[in-house]
């Protein structure tokens, strides 16, 4: 089964982590990012994870207690994500049928059957962001597709967006046809990525004259 992917603006919205091991840290490693607000419940955390939330102690709450559906319960916390990464699969099972009557998303890690979501490899480069996912068959795979993608991409990547952002502003003031916006827009994107970033403002400026000719 195919996983649908899903760019969701996480920014100040609730994270559920369940259990302290490496797994938990791989993940909060990453979703810290995108500036969620973490509740994270463990009976004990690793060195790793200790140092993470000693550095995100504004983005994340460490509730240190034995994981129980009793106390997941009782959390001050309305998750939009949860994320299980405990060894016991009885209570991995409880905590996603809770969260299920909920009609929030869990992944667990334990069982493929148990994931609404999954993590993918990701490449992040300021607001460039690359998801890729086997659907949980091969992490392989995935990780043999972001190495390619990683080597594909310019370096400067981010910076170009915020470049584009710019000049896509101008050019829906300048040009009303939808087609020539689009054909502009490529051509001076295509423009940027050879020439590392530094097309002047005059020579946008010409591509955008002359495709309102």
Do not use: W
């Amino acid at each position: 089964m195919a996983y649908f992917p899903l760019f969701v603006n996480l920014k100040h919205k609730e994270v559920l982590v369940i259990g302290g091991g490496s797994v938990a840290f791989q993940e909060m490693a990453t979703f810290l990012t995108f500036e969620p607000k973490i509740t994270l419940v463990a009976e004990e955390v690793d060195q790793n994870l200790e140092v993470l939330i000693g550095a995100y102690s504004s983005q994340v709450q460490y509730v240190r207690g034995k994981p129980s559906l009793e106390l997941i319960q009782s959390l001050d916390c309305n998750p939009t994500l949860v994320i299980v990464t405990l060894d016991d699969l009885a209570l991995n099972a409880e905590i996603y049928d809770y969260y299920k009557e909920k009609n929030v998303l869990v992944e667990d890690i334990s069982s493929r059957s148990r994931c609404d979501f999954i993590f993918p490899a990701i490449i992040k480069r300021g607001d460039v962001v690359c998801g890729i996912s086997s659907s949980g068959k091969s992490p392989h795979v995935s990780q043999f597709i972001k190495t390619l993608i990683e080597g594909a991409l310019p370096q400067n990547i981010s910076e170009i967006n915020e470049h584009m952002e710019e000049i896509r502003r101008a050019v829906r003031q300048s040009i009303s046809d939808p087609a020539k916006r689009s054909r502009t827009l490529q051509t001076i994107f295509m423009r940027l990525i050879e020439d590392d970033n530094q097309t002047s403002d005059a020579e946008i400026d010409g591509i955008i004259a002359d495709a309102e000719l």
